[in-house]
């Protein structure tokens, strides 16, 4: 009696996974999900990484009317960003912002496919095209001064801009005793 009562468990949650697509891409993501951001893990395991971005893609490819669909691209495309997938982090804001315009964070996908183009791909006139379209596209955006700033120091290596910085707290310390 005791088996058969689980047998049938067994085979009605089977049925149940297999009935409802959309719940078992959801505890997939979600199983991913915990396994790669997993705190106590140290690093990033990229092949754990990349399924779960092509399970975020599947999930918008079968569900594209789903709330959830724009947010799962989004999500993939800052994990491809943050493990040097450059042009699949590109495709993927693309995405976003063609086919969720009205999605809330289509200023970030805009302003990060910009960061992309410089800090991932090195492409600096792709970078700039986009941050100035950041710009002009959402003028009172909380990233606004971040674009603008990248934009002064577009290109620049970490020694060019230390230069920078010290030559301007000269011209700042000169100013002050020119005061006084």
């Known amino acids: 009696m005791k088996r058969s009562i689980v047998v049938l468990s067994i085979c009605s949650l089977f049925l149940f996974v297999a009935c409802n697509p959309k719940k078992s891409h959801l505890e997939e993501i ?4 915990k396994e790669l951001f997993d705190t106590a893990k140290k690093g990033i395991d990229e092949p754990k990484a990349m399924l779960l971005v092509d399970k975020y893609v599947a999930f918008a490819d079968k569900f594209k009317d789903d709330s959830l669909a724009p947010m ?3 999500k993939g ?3 491809c960003m943050n493990i040097h997938k450059g042009q699949r982090a590109i495709d993927l804001f693309a995405r976003v912002m063609k086919d969720y315009s009205s999605y809330k964070n289509v200023p970030e996908a805009l302003f990060l496919t910009a960061f992309t183009f410089e800090n991932v791909m090195e492409k600096y006139q792709d970078a700039e095209k986009n941050y100035k379209l950041f710009i002009e596209k959402y003028p009172d955006h909380s990233l606004k001064q971040q674009a603008e700033l990248s934009l002064q120091h577009l290109g620049k290596t970490p020694d ?3 230069a920078e910085f010290e030559a301007k707290l000269n011209e700042d310390s000169l100013a002050t005793t020119a005061k006084k």
């Open 77 to 79: 495309a800052e994990i």
């Open 160 to 162: 060019e801009l230390v």
């Open 72 to 74: 799962y691209l989004f």
């Open 30 to 33: 979600s199983n991913l999900e």
